[in-house]
């Protein structure tokens, strides 16, 4: 497909807007308009002229079948396949697509993750088309997004609460605005950018290599002579079947009308990043979901593997997410942009203050939002933000808002220059203000707040989701402050107060040096903040009375639903660190002990017709990698039986598996490990970080 026939057909195979307007009733599109601005239901009329436009649209570019395609509470996406064939009255075939079809599918509930919400004969669950979200064309089925609800109506998705959460900070910004006079502002917008990294290795090599096929990273595998202490692959030139890959990539995502920008060779050889424009927040999450299965399946088609794991290799740098977030009115004002308006300033910084509380107040949150039990490999290891959440704001901002908070007045003094207002200076502000912090895991980069904490494999929608409620709840608090002031003045005077307030409560959160340095988890401590080092530890905070307070405030979730999550995220990392036991007993069994035991053999061997004291000590290395190999094999498999069989909750059995299952893991990985550095190549018979990170594209 040459260039101009790519950008062509750019958004071809997404029922979205333009698309709409096109093909709908000039009424019909209207009300669909309508419903979507008011959040209103759809009556059976307009949703069957909806259904038989998408139907005749989707059957014209090839599609037999459509599907509400959910997001349950697996991370990834799920979807049932429908025809749009039916026997009529005659049994005679029909192409049928109604309304009903379209708005609500049923599924078996039962099926997935409910934390208990549902027994498993209790199967009957919902899905309801998100109207919101525009439905496209996938591998010639027609997907239309929906949310996933129980028979009671109890949220099984990702998308329903972060649909909520949408509305709930849509809401709280529109009252700020709306007081500093922009009385037209009707609906505010959290607008996200997601940066994805993965790795791409050879696919024979990675069939080969169980762990990577069952737990999407390595168990065992020493470093290569060479990994990425050169520098030398970020921003390098893409290897040729990488490029290539990619550009089938590009051709998916852009029909799909996904504006994948930005792509280039990340720092660990093998690595990647894909960087789309901004979205409004619902939508780069159905987007990014996407993106990583676009990714994987393109892979296949060129004997590739994609690896979306936080951590698939030991020693080399791991991939996040980065989720760029912002809010943006319904009149295309970014409420993180400084402005050349003074009263917009103000605004600006009311917004900036607003922020830094909310994560001051629930960083547990934030925590627990970004991770998984493959992030806890990636963070704070000097390549990814440490787990304790701060905010990087630039020295400038960082500035304005502590000479603003020791101020008595609205004016106040930088560096070179004598009692400059801030509002003033701020019109002034570069975009560019300062230079990035990338140990930052909350950083704000101009106009928008870049949160590098989120893991690559990760559904991004739980991290929205909270940072669109707690900032709601915040912003909320303000606008019940302000509510009752009329003039101009007092506004712009409590505003200023409120900050001033907010910044002495909250600056602890601020920090703008290296949070990989060991300096900064004493000074973190000293000033109170929290660090959780891993993820199964940070879990509880979706039960705490004040989460449970604040989702159930704004109908995010429920208290069940939240006591249910809990369990389905305890029993998840329960289940993949015990996914990563079998495979390493296996692997060990099958793998690693006879390759020992040939090695032993041919040390045996020689040591039989000679008395060289390197072929004795040889001989005696290799038995003791032996008997502690498999002493540590037998350790592991007791241990986690134990564990697993005991009758403790989910959560207390993934504090036990962190305590003392990880800890033989390693060390099994570390005696491996050295046994691969040090013996015959014919000996190891796995593919080694050799082959999968130098040798393979």
């Known amino acids: 497909m040459d260039a101009i026939k790519q950008f062509e057909n750019f958004g071809s195979l997404v029922f979205n807007e333009p698309c709409m307007k096109e093909n709908l009733p000039r009424p019909i599109y209207k009300k669909w308009k309508e419903s979507i601005v008011n959040e209103n239901s759809l009556d059976r009329h307009t949703a069957d002229a909806i259904a038989h436009a998408m139907k005749t649209w989707a059957i014209s570019k090839n599609v037999t079948h459509f599907t509400h395609w959910f997001q349950p509470l697996t991370g990834s996406t799920a979807e049932k396949h429908d025809s749009f064939i039916e026997p009529d009255e005659n049994g005679q075939p029909i192409i049928r697509f109604s309304g009903k079809s379209l708005i609500k599918g049923e599924s078996d509930a039962s099926s997935f993750p409910s934390g208990g919400l549902r027994a498993t004969f209790e199967a009957r669950g919902y899905t309801y088309w998100d109207i919101s979200s525009p439905a496209f064309i996938r591998d010639n089925i027609l997907c239309i997004p929906t949310v996933f609800v129980s028979y009671n109506g109890e949220s099984l998705d990702k998308k329903a609460p972060l649909l909520k959460s949408i509305e709930a900070v849509s809401n709280a910004a529109v009252k700020i605005v709306n007081i500093f006079g922009d009385k037209e502002v009707k609906q505010v917008f959290p607008m996200v950018g997601l940066e994805q990294e993965y790795f791409i290795i050879d696919r024979t090599l990675y069939k080969n290599r169980l762990d990577l096929m069952l737990c999407n990273r390595t168990l065992i595998g020493s470093l290569p002579p060479k990994s990425q202490e050169l520098d030398d692959h970020y921003f390098g030139s893409i290897p040729t079947r990488v490029a290539n890959f990619m550009k089938e990539v590009n051709e998916s995502l852009w029909q799909l009308g996904i504006y994948a920008k930005a792509e ?408 491996v490990d050295n046994f691969e550095d040090n013996c015959n190549c014919k000996n190891y018979t796995l593919p080694t970080y050799v082959d999968m990170l130098n040798r393979t594209i």
């Open 264 to 671: 280039h060779n990340e720092v660990a050889p093998c690595q990647f990043e894909i960087a789309p424009i901004f979205s409004s927040c619902n939508i780069a999450v159905d987007q990014n979901q996407l993106i990583m299965d676009i990714l994987k399946k393109t892979a296949e088609k060129h004997d590739l593997a994609c690896l979306l794991h936080e951590k698939p290799f030991n020693g080399v740098n791991g991939s996040g997410k980065h989720n760029n977030w912002s809010l943006v009115t319904d009149d295309n004002q970014n409420l993180y942009e400084p402005g050349e308006k003074p009263g917009e300033n103000v605004r600006f910084l009311l917004f900036m203050c607003a922020f830094i509380k909310a994560v001051d107040k629930y960083p547990e949150l934030l925590r627990m939002g970004a991770s998984n039990a493959g992030n806890d490999l990636r963070l704070g290891t000097s390549e990814a933000p440490p787990a304790i959440i701060s905010i990087y704001l630039g020295d400038f901002i960082e500035e304005i808002l502590s000479n603003l908070e020791s101020s008595n007045s609205t004016s106040i003094s930088r560096a070179n220059q004598v009692s400059v207002s801030p509002i003033t200076n701020l019109s002034y502000l570069p975009k560019d203000n300062t230079d990035r912090n990338r140990t930052s895991p909350m950083a704000f980069t101009g106009n928008k707040f870049e949160f590098r904490m989120l893991g690559s494999s990760l559904s991004s929608s739980s991290t929205n989701t909270f940072i669109n409620t707690i900032v709601a709840e915040v912003l909320d608090e303000i606008a019940k402050e302000l509510s009752d002031l009329k003039y101009k003045h007092d506004i712009r005077k409590e505003s200023l107060d409120i900050c001033k307030r907010i910044i002495k409560q909250h600056k602890r959160i601020l920090f703008s040096k290296d949070g990989y340095s060991n300096d900064w988890l004493i000074e973190a401590k000293n000033r109170g903040l929290v660090n959780i080092e891993t993820y199964v530890e940070s879990i509880n905070s979706l039960i705490d009375d004040k989460a449970i307070n604040l989702f159930t405030k704004y109908n995010i979730y429920s208290k069940i639903e939240l006591y249910a999550r809990h369990e389905i995220l305890a029993q998840q990392y329960n289940k993949t660190i015990g996914i990563e036991v079998k495979t390493l007993i296996y692997m060990i069994k099958k793998n690693i002990v006879p390759n020992i035991m040939q090695e032993l053999n041919d040390y045996l061997t020689i040591a039989s017709k000679t008395n060289i004291d390197f072929i004795t000590n040889k001989v005696s290395q290799l038995s003791c990698i032996l008997t502690d190999t498999t002493n540590l094999l037998d350790k592991l498999e007791l241990e986690y039986k134990k564990i697993i069989d005991s009758t403790l909750p989910s959560i207390d059995k993934g504090l036990k598996i962190k305590n003392e299952i990880n800890p033989i893991i390693n060390q099994i990985r570390s005696i």
